[in-house]
């Protein structure tokens, strides 16, 4: 494989992490193509232009550019308004590859189904295979609702199940992730491939817990049981404060010891109430030991992890987990929810704790378990090291590309209606 075009529509790799619709799923686009890039392969990435002051293309690493794609206006539309904007982008996606000369791209590779979308259109166009990524699916999120959120809509279980009918090859984050495809989208399962996506260890490593505390201004004796992520029913950042609430009524001398960081921004029906966390935070008593802290880049977000008691993911769903990695990475315990690609990624009592539900007192246990029991977090995060050094990106890419050849021998003639 020489040449990749990828699609990620809806939100673009050089996004900032942590808030509107940018999380794990741009982590991974753009951690893939550096390593794919890294390998020799030229990727390009097509995304949805959000500002007419972005230039039309960006290098983001050797080998790695990024195209945006003007499909609709700039600004104030929600993610929700994107598949009226379809056309209009596979529009430009395909005259940029018609100023090529033919056969320049080997394969496609889309990212959630709105750019599977696209991908089908192109590799009809380009007669070469698709492979795509679903990184969330309607169904596994309609089944485990957050209070709060809105069911995914029918268009989007429908385009969903074009793009798994149409793909030559599906990649899976877990093995649970593939059953999930055969057993709700009726996918073939040899054309389901599971690769596990990685952590940056150069980045996300272990610190001094003392420095790192200084530098982010945290009490060096403090219990830090940090959040990070988008701030949004899904990921069910009241799930920590709730229990944090537990936490303080079983023991109130916590209290003058403890930090709780909420290190991220309002994104999808989030926004909708972005101060509902603070309103929450203020109703269980807790502005005193509640900090909310704004998106941050990644080298600072490894100094949050390293400064971390543990890490809570308290999700509701998640098809692999990218922050429970990296703050293992760090060699930080995470408390975690029994759901989604979690269970892959935390070995549970190993690395970390699995949760079973969102009852807040059984979190509350976990943590207390973390914070008291005697052996426990130095356990865990040695734990955690060994759990994380099982994800690399350097292996993601590689298993890609074998993907990808793989998608090249199984490329139908003709696609499923």
């Given at each position: 494989?020489?040449?990749?075009?990828?699609?990620?529509?809806?939100?673009?790799?050089?996004?900032?992490?942590?808030?509107?619709?940018?999380?794990?799923?741009?982590?991974?686009?753009?951690?893939?193509?550096?390593?794919?890039?890294q390998?020799?392969?030229?990727?390009?990435?097509?995304?949805?232009a959000?500002?007419?002051?972005?230039p039309?293309?960006?290098?983001?690493?050797?080998?790695?550019?990024?195209?945006?794609?003007?499909?609709?206006?700039?600004?104030?539309?929600?993610?929700?308004?994107?598949?009226?904007?379809?056309?209009?982008?596979?529009?430009?996606?395909?005259r940029?590859?018609?100023?090529?000369?033919?056969g320049?791209?080997?394969?496609?590779?889309?990212h959630?189904?709105?750019?599977?979308?696209?991908?089908?259109?192109?590799?009809?166009r380009?007669?070469?295979?698709?492979?795509?990524?679903?990184?969330?699916?309607?169904?596994?999120?309609n089944?485990?609702l957050?209070?709060?959120?809105?069911?995914?809509?029918?268009a989007?279980?429908?385009?969903?199940?074009q793009?798994?009918?149409?793909?030559?090859?599906?990649?899976?984050?877990?093995?649970?992730?593939?059953?999930?495809?055969?057993?709700?989208?009726?996918?073939?399962?040899?054309?389901?491939?599971?690769?596990?996506?990685?952590?940056?260890?150069?980045?996300?490593?272990?610190?001094?817990?003392?420095?790192?505390?200084?530098?982010?201004?945290?009490?060096?004796?403090a219990?830090?049981?940090?959040?990070?992520?988008?701030?949004?029913?899904?990921?069910?950042?009241?799930?920590l404060?709730?229990?944090?609430a537990?936490?303080?009524?079983?023991?109130?001398?916590?209290?003058?010891?403890?930090?709780?960081?909420v290190?991220?921004?309002?994104?999808?029906?989030?926004?909708?109430?972005?101060?509902?966390?603070?309103?929450?935070a203020?109703?269980?008593?807790?502005?005193?030991?509640?900090?909310?802290?704004?998106?941050?880049?990644?080298?600072?977000?490894?100094?949050?992890?390293?400064?971390?008691?543990?890490?809570a993911v308290?999700?509701?769903?998640?098809?692999?987990?990218?922050?429970?990695?990296?703050?293992?990475?760090?060699?930080?315990?995470?408390?975690?929810?029994?759901?989604?690609?979690?269970?892959?990624?935390?070995?549970?009592?190993?690395?970390?704790?699995?949760?079973?539900?969102?009852?807040p007192?059984?979190?509350?246990?976990?943590?207390?378990?973390?914070?008291?029991?005697?052996?426990?977090?130095?356990?865990?995060?040695?734990g955690?090291?060994?759990?994380?050094?099982h994800?690399?990106?350097?292996?993601?890419?590689s298993e890609?590309?074998?993907?990808?050849?793989?998608?090249?021998?199984?490329?139908?003639?003709?696609?499923?209606?």
């Amino acid at each position: 494989m020489d040449r990749v075009a990828m699609i990620s529509l809806h939100t673009s790799p050089l996004d900032q992490p942590g808030t509107g619709d940018a999380g794990g799923m741009n982590v991974y686009v753009l951690e893939l193509a550096r390593r794919l890039g890294q390998q020799g392969v030229e990727v390009d990435i097509f995304t949805r232009a959000t500002s007419s002051s972005l230039p039309a293309t960006v290098e983001a690493a050797p080998g790695v550019l990024v195209r945006h794609v003007a499909a609709g206006p700039y600004e104030g539309l929600a993610k929700a308004d994107l598949p009226a904007q379809l056309c209009a982008f596979a529009r430009e996606v395909l005259r940029a590859e018609a100023c090529q000369p033919v056969g320049h791209y080997d394969v496609v590779h889309s990212h959630y189904w709105l750019s599977g979308q696209v991908g089908m259109l192109a590799r009809d166009r380009w007669q070469v295979p698709l492979v795509h990524s679903m990184h969330t699916m309607a169904k596994v999120k309609n089944a485990a609702l957050a209070t709060g959120d809105a069911p995914e809509p029918t268009a989007r279980l429908i385009g969903e199940q074009q793009v798994v009918a149409a793909a030559d090859v599906l990649v899976a984050n877990t093995a649970q992730e593939a059953g999930q495809l055969v057993d709700l989208y009726e996918a073939d399962p040899a054309r389901v491939e599971v690769v596990h996506p990685g952590v940056d260890l150069g980045v996300f490593r272990p610190q001094d817990v003392a420095g790192a505390r200084r530098q982010l201004g945290l009490p060096l004796d403090a219990h830090v049981l940090l959040f990070a992520g988008r701030i949004q029913p899904l990921k069910a950042p009241d799930v920590l404060l709730r229990a944090v609430a537990v936490l303080l009524e079983l023991d109130p001398g916590l209290r003058s010891r403890l930090v709780v960081p909420v290190v991220g921004g309002p994104s999808g029906s989030g926004l909708e109430h972005p101060e509902s966390l603070a309103l929450l935070a203020d109703e269980l008593g807790l502005r005193d030991v509640v900090r909310f802290v704004p998106p941050v880049d990644r080298s600072t977000l490894a100094c949050w992890y390293a400064a971390a008691t543990l890490v809570a993911v308290p999700s509701h769903n998640e098809s692999f987990g990218l922050v429970a990695v990296e703050a293992q990475a760090a060699g930080t315990p995470v408390v975690a929810a029994a759901v989604g690609g979690l269970t892959t990624v935390v070995a549970d009592e190993s690395s970390g704790l699995l949760v079973q539900g969102h009852d807040p007192r059984d979190w509350a246990h976990a943590l207390r378990r973390v914070l008291e029991e005697p052996g426990l977090r130095e356990r865990l995060g040695r734990g955690a090291l060994a759990q994380a050094a099982h994800f690399a990106w350097e292996r993601t890419a590689s298993e890609t590309l074998e993907t990808y050849g793989r998608a090249a021998s199984l490329m139908r003639t003709e696609v499923p209606a």
